[in-house]
């Protein structure tokens, strides 16, 4: 490729000064693959919305612009539902109580109160597995205050000795409240 | 006058009847007690009031073979407690809320106090003011007892605040003098934050009242 004769630098540079052959279809392929290439990646509307969105503004407000803005937000907060007249919340739903009362030489006791209609054959009490006067019962209640007491062989009223006495018995006969709470 | 005692027998048949139809239960009251107990019922549910609380009222007397015109009278003094306790909480006021209501105020609670607690607490209030009666019932003074339930309700759960009840209860029962039994279990609520101690597991095993 190269004379023996001549210089290395003279060759190199002679080699450097010839001129090159290029496809003369070169400039077309490059330049379809330019139009190929900005017709395939442009970017979808949300891509520009979200970038619309998310480039850094700068915004002038005035001082009374900013008040009027504030005063519109406190406005929609206060009447957001929950303020103002704000409605009773609602109560939660039931727990399960256990009621438990000594009632010695007893053959049947009934739990009775606002749970039951005050009905003596609706929550009869079960004598402890192991005998003796311990009779229980469980009832699942709401959140509230309910008046109670145990009917004893149908005639006798027990008030619960572990729980609050009504304050309001007007019918002579002892009873007690329990109050379940929903927190 | 034999047709004016007939047709008076008729109406209060009639009425009788008709406080039947409104509500079977009420078919366990005395002839007495019935049409009585249903006007009372018509009036409170006219008012907007509850007249649950009412019905079991009534029911209560009859399981407890009251005279009928004891049941009706209890009733009438309930429906009123009931709209004292509506007055001053408000119309939003849930039925329980109502109950309880009615029953701190029977208890001697003040209105203001019924209004403070409806204002400090964002739940529910039926126990706050069920534990007031309570307190109230157990012999401590109202005003102290409304001062520890004011002092909790806001931030205390339902659970505190029947805590509080019971340590009251129990320190009364041991002997101690009521107004000392609610200040050493406020002692106890603010001071260690001892009722919140094993609340997991309290909740899930069967309460007691």
Known sequence: MFEDRQDPVDRIVSHLRRPVQIDPALDGRVMQEIADGETGRRPGAAVVAWRWLIRPRQLAVSPLGALATAAGLAALVWALPGRGARPAPAEATSRQFQFVVVAPRATRVALVGDFNDWDATRTPMRPSPRGGSVWTAVLPLSPGRYRYAFLVDGSRWLADPAAPHARDDEFGAPSSVVTVGGS | ?209
Not at chain 2, 24 to 30: A, K, S, Y
Not at chain 2, 84 to 100: H, S
């Open chain 2, 1 to 209: 006058m034999p047709r004016s005692l007939a047709a008076a027998g008729a109406l209060a048949a009639l009425l009788a009847a008709t406080a039947v139809a409104q509500d079977p239960r009420l078919g366990r009251l005395d002839a007495t007690a019935r049409p009585l107990v249903a006007g009372v019922i018509d009036s409170a549910r006219a008012a907007g009031l509850p007249t649950e609380p009412l019905v079991q009222r009534a029911l209560e007397g009859a399981t407890k073979g009251a005279p009928g015109t004891l049941i009706a009278s209890a009733v009438q003094r309930l429906a009123a407690d009931l709209g004292r306790a509506r007055a001053v909480l408000g119309a939003g006021a849930t039925p329980p809320e109502l109950e309880a209501g009615a029953a701190a105020l029977r208890a001697g609670a003040g209105p203001a106090v019924l209004a403070q607690l409806r204002r400090s607490r964002r739940q529910t209030i039926t126990v706050p003011l069920a534990v007031l009666a309570d307190l109230v019932a157990s012999g401590v003074p109202v005003d102290s007892a409304a001062a520890a339930v004011l002092a909790l309700a806001a931030s205390a759960r339902d659970a505190d605040l029947i805590d509080l009840r019971r340590a009251v209860e129990r320190d009364i029962a041991l002997g101690a003098a009521p107004t000392a039994a609610t200040a050493a279990a406020m002692a106890g609520v603010f001071g260690a934050d001892a009722l919140h101690v094993n609340a997991g597991a309290r909740d899930a095993r069967p309460g007691r009242p």
